[in-house]
């Protein structure tokens, strides 16, 4: 088995993956801010780790947010990267505004989302996010990769 803890984290952030969002995910450590949970929910989503995401909403939104459902868009999806364009919170509550950056199938989807995160028991939770309107892009197999490869789409993400 190859070990993630070398790679770069998948949510962008450049560092490990054990310096980065490991630790939040194992439950060793809590994230601080709301822009960490969001990395951390971003990179358990690429890892397909929906537990993590269940218990990371807010215990009133867990039973809209079944495992089962998080795990099924999860599996469904590639993804591609996180960009983070604003976040900020004060005590008890955050938000963090971001694009994420997936495959749906051979839909080139970017998700655009300001995210509201409350504290409970002094651990920052997703609440739920207004979602910002953007075009999905259907990719021919020709076509170069939405990623950024320079590659043609049906030599890298295609399916
Ligand atoms: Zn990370
Ligand atoms: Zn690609």
Known sequence: MTSLNKTLCLCGSQQNYVDCCEPFHLAIQHPQTPELLMRSR??????????????TYTTDKQPEN??????EFADGCRFIKLTIIDSGHDDSQGFVEFKAHYFYDNLYCELHEQSKFIKEKNQWK????VILPVADIKIGRNDDCPCGSAKKYKKCHSL
């Open 126 to 129: 997703y609440s739920d996010g």
């Open 42 to 55: 971003y990179s358990a989503y690429a890892l397909k780790n929906a537990k993590y995401i269940y218990q």
């Open 66 to 71: 079944p495992v089962k459902e998080i795990k």
